[in-house]
């Protein structure tokens, strides 16, 4: 029997998910991490990129994440980052809807909203590239 480690991906709005699974593979700044259940702790930093969770051989969740920090201790992994979104069909629409509003911001005359809508609209046309 697989053991498992506890999995949960935090943004300022929610707790994305929180799932406990065989091994988590996350876009690490250095290079693809792949945790499982008793894994060494560290901490490092998360580029954009897809974080996919697996039970047992089988991936049951994909995520996409724009960059973050992640903290694994042996029995738990915490992903902490600004804006993530799961991957499949059914949040599609949702996520057209984010990139209407953010390039909407976009248009903003103050500088400091325009950036940050900019940027989003970036991460929510590479999730939509991601779902198709």
């Not at 709005?13 to 065989?22: A, P």
């Not at 089988?58 to 042996?74: A, T, Y």
């Not at 984010?98 to 590479?126: C, G, P, Q, R």
Request: with cysteine; hydrophobic share 40%.
């Amino acid at each position: 029997m697989t053991e498992n480690i506890n999995f949960q991906l935090v943004t300022p709005l929610n707790i994305l998910t929180s799932k406990d699974v065989s091994m988590a593979v996350l876009p690490g700044s250095e290079g693809v991490l792949g945790i499982m259940h008793r894994h060494t702790p560290l901490m490092t930093l998360l580029n954009r990129g897809f974080i996919k969770l697996f039970e047992g051989n089988e991936l049951v969740e994909n995520i996409v994440v724009d960059g973050g920090v992640v903290e694994v201790s042996e029995t738990g992994i915490i992903v902490l980052c600004e804006r993530a979104e799961i991957i499949k069909n059914s949040n599609k629409q949702i996520v057209q809807e984010k990139l209407i509003n953010s390039e909407k911001l976009a248009e903003n005359t103050d500088e400091s909203v325009s950036s940050i809508a900019n940027e989003e609209s970036d991460f929510y046309k590479f999730v939509l590239d991601a779902i198709n």
